[in-house]
T-cell receptor, first 114, second 117 residues
Framework: ETGVTQTPRHLVMGMTNKKSLKCEQHLGHNAMYWYKQSAKKPLELMFVYSLEERVENNSVPSRFSPECPNSSHLFLHLHTLQPEDSALYLC?????????????FGSGTRLTVV | AQTVTQSQPEMSVQEAETVTLSCTYDTSESDYYLFWYKQPPSRQMILVIRQEAYKQQNATENRFSVNFQKAAKSFSLKISDSQLGDAAMYFCAYRTNYGGSQGNLIFGKGTKLSVKP
């Protein structure tokens, strides 16, 4: 596989459930990102990992917990979510400090909280 | 803080015609990158074109070109010979390169482009 792969593609969960989103990149990039995309709003940056270290956490509620076990994998652990957390969650990767060719994105996980 | 504004929530173009999508941004920095991303119904964001702020020449990628006006902080995307496959959401994005430290991508709200056969 090449590029950035996200699983699952769709997820429906109750407010008391615990689930995890997975992202995997096969590009040899050294930075990974979680974005939240809601209707009629700009993409919101949630977390940034550079060289496996979390370098940014944009005031995201603690019910979202990221994990980056290595440079190729990124998880977003979810628990006790709210209906307003329903959105498309996009993962991206990039190679920082070596030119700038933008981010490579996955196809996202469509999350619905019921 | 930097902001990116796309003032056209929706645009429509006839197949084979040309359309221009607008983007303005606000920054006090002089060294940065600008991008246009396309998001088709498949949801994957695809990089369309990028522009380095210190380059005066407008970037071009096949049917896609930009009109970069640094003083006006404007970065519009022109799509020539529009095709049905161009129908998608288009996002303008900014990324600082201040001091050589690359910041994170900041996105506009997007413009939904429809292409009529």
């Amino acid at each position: 596989e090449t590029g950035v792969t996200q699983t699952p593609r769709h997820l429906v969960m109750g407010m008391t459930n615990k689930k995890s989103l997975k992202c995997e990149q096969h590009l040899g990039h050294n930075a990974m990102y979680w974005y939240k995309q809601s209707a009629k709003k700009p993409l919101e940056l949630m977390f940034v990992y550079s060289l496996e270290e979390r370098v940014e956490n944009n005031s995201v509620p603690s019910r979202f917990s990221p994990e980056c076990p290595n440079s190729s994998h990124l998880f977003l652990h979810l628990h006790t979510l709210q209906p307003e957390d329903s959105a498309l969650y996009l993962c991206a990767s990039s190679q920082v400090h070596v030119g700038d060719y933008g981010y490579t994105f996955g196809s996202g996980t469509r999350l619905t909280v019921v | 803080a930097q902001t990116v504004t796309q003032s056209q929530p929706e645009m429509s173009v006839q197949e084979a015609e040309t359309v221009t999508l607008s983007c303005t941004y606000d920054t006090s920095e002089s060294d940065y990158y600008l991008f246009w991303y396309k998001q088709p119904p498949s949801r994957q964001m695809i990089l369309v074109i990028r522009q380095e702020a210190y380059k005066q020449q407008n970037a071009t990628e096949n049917r896609f070109s930009v009109n970069f006006q640094k003083a006006a902080k404007s970065f519009s995307l022109k799509i020539s010979d529009s095709q049905l496959g161009d129908a998608a959401m288009y996002f303008c994005a900014y990324r600082t390169n201040y001091g050589g430290s690359q910041g994170n991508l900041i996105f506009g709200k997007g413009t939904k482009l429809s292409v009529k056969p």
